[in-house]
């Protein structure tokens, strides 16, 4: 027969076998989280930048990317993603500098060879 003696010790080795199989799958998947991160990439650095967003449409937009010192102009629709353009000159995207801000409408100006502003003041007239 079973006295409650019996049963608390039964509950006993059932909790802390619980608890040994929940602090070993602690550790492994804090092992795995160490050992996983190559010594390059570790740390705050970001190597892949959103500069700007510009939403052409609810589900289409284009997107300025600084990769690692590059800039890349892509577009984004919700089947493809497609580079449009890399520029070769270096910006300054911290606003930490003399000159004015980046502006989005200004750059995709300068790579269509158009001037937004002289656009809309056409199209107002």
């Known amino acids: 027969m079973n006295t409650s003696s ?10 802390s076998m619980l608890l040994l199989v929940l602090a070993v799958a602690l550790l492994a998947f804090y092992m795995i989280k160490k050992f996983s991160i190559t010594k390059g990439v570790k740390g705050n650095k970001e190597f892949i930048k959103v500069v700007c967003v510009h939403h052409l449409s609810p589900k289409e937009k284009l997107v300025l990317l600084d990769v ?5 102009l892509i577009g984004v629709t919700p ?4 580079k449009i353009s ?3 000159k ?36």
């Open 6 to 15: 019996d049963i608390w010790l039964g509950f006993a080795r059932t909790f």
């Open 68 to 72: 690692m010192g590059d800039t890349i």
């Open 79 to 82: 089947t493809n993603i497609s």
């Open 86 to 88: 890399s520029l070769e």
């Open 90 to 125: 270096k910006i300054d995207f911290s606003g930490d500098g003399n000159e004015a801000s980046f502006n989005f409408s200004d750059f995709l100006a300068q790579k269509l060879g158009t001037s937004i502003k002289n656009k809309r003041k056409e199209n107002e007239t």
